[in-house]
């Protein structure tokens, strides 16, 4: 087939090339949009999990205080318990 003849084939399925064009664009479009909506949604999982670590770290770290304060509180019943014993002694 010549360049003139695939001119004119051109030409007289211009209609069906243009609906395949089309049909092709949509789908394109279709499948940029389900991956956009994928990606929203693996984004809002993202920032849920970041949220839900967040909230961990904070209970771990009031319970770290927690423990901390227990400890100090222990110590300072050990230096009370001590004093007693030594003054007990000396009475």
Same mark, same amino acid.
């Given at each position: 087939m010549g360049s003139i003849a695939i001119a004119q084939y @051109?030409?007289?399925?211009?209609?069906f090339?243009?609906?395949v064009v089309l049909m092709m664009m949509m789908m394109m479009m %279709?499948?940029? @949009?389900?991956c956009q909506?994928? &990606? =929203?949604?693996?984004a809002e999982e993202f920032r849920r999990a970041h949220v839900d670590r967040q909230e961990l770290l904070s209970?771990?770290?009031t319970t770290i205080e927690q423990m901390q304060r227990r400890?100090?509180? %222990? =110590?300072?019943?050990?230096a009370v318990c001590i004093i !007693?014993?030594? &003054? !007990?002694l000396c009475i």
């Open positions: @051109i030409v007289e399925n211009a209609v090339c243009d609906a %279709m499948m940029m @949009i389900c909506l994928e &990606l =929203d949604k693996t209970r771990w770290q400890d100090d509180d %222990m =110590d300072l019943l050990a !007693s014993h030594l &003054l !007990s």
